[in-house]
């Protein structure tokens, strides 16, 4: 009988470290949902609007993009590998802050970068705005719950610009940014309040990163299944895939960039993409259902226990 109840015992214990390791799961991914709801940065900072850490290693657009195999793209990553994100208030003007694993200007562009294409997608007026990049390129769609307003368009060789949606659906441009690069890896748009209201806490960032060509769509550099010297590899040649080989987004959960990149050639079906900021998730919060997984293993084994043990009194 004392062997018997021994391996019952045991049978429990590899129960509940099943149970244990699956609310640690379930912790894991919604907390990686949560992670797209990041709003206001740094409590201690006035002058910091919105912060998030994008994931290291991740410029492969929806998992299997290649870089470009010409020699100026060396070393073949890195290059549009977003690493961070931050809005910052400064006086008149709002900085808008993207750092990078590595910035290299192979053509002296007068900014000080040339590799990197992006888009920064404002949605700052509930229900109000656009479902559709302003042009051709990125190749993406917006999250209806979501439209953009403003757009803030960053390239090398002056093609980094303002625009700002008018409420007839009139997309204004709107002289006065300035863009660099700071330090080593950070480029910094600087757009003052005259070009764009400054930014608040309750606004919702999409963040685009592509390859810049001047001869692309919209200055991208377009992705194909083979890629080449100047073209990104592991895409189709359907014109779905997206142009975007890196995107602002958390790291796991439904809105990981992996997913939100996707596309289904079946279904003509293209990427439509999720912002970051004051993004509203419904579902219980992550510890509470991770709580709630363990509560009801361990009440249910313990219960199995107790029922077996009466039986053999």
Known sequence: MKK???????????????????????????RGQQEAALTTADPSSDNLIFTMTDP???????????????????????????????????????????????IKNPWQAPEGFFHQRVDIYIDSRDGYGRLLPANPGANVTFAREYPWDMWIRIAPWGGSKAYFLEKDDKLIERRGVEVGVVGDRTIRVIVPQEVLPLPKPTWRYYVLVGGYDGFGPDGYRVVTARGGDWIFGGGTD???????IDLLAPKSGKHSQSIQLAYNVEEKQGAVLMPVGNVKESGP?????????????????????????????
């Open 4 to 30: 018997g109840s021994e391996l019952f015992n045991l049978r429990i214990m590899a129960h509940l470290a099943v149970v244990f390791v699956l609310g640690l799961l379930m912790f894991g991914y919604f």
């Open 56 to 102: 290291v290693g991740d410029d492969f657009g929806p998992g299997n993009y290649i870089y470009p195999q010409h020699l100026s793209f060396e070393p073949h990553k890195d290059l549009l590998d977003l690493l961070a994100f931050r809005v910052i208030h400064k006086g008149e003007v709002a900085w808008y802050e993207l750092d990078f694993g590595l």
């Open 285 to 313: 919060s992550p510890v509470a259902v991770s709580l709630l997984v363990l509560l009801a293993g361990a009440g249910a084994f313990g219960w199995q226990f107790a029922r077996k043990n009466r039986g053999q009194e």
């Open 238 to 244: 359907n014109n779905l895939d997206p142009n975007v």
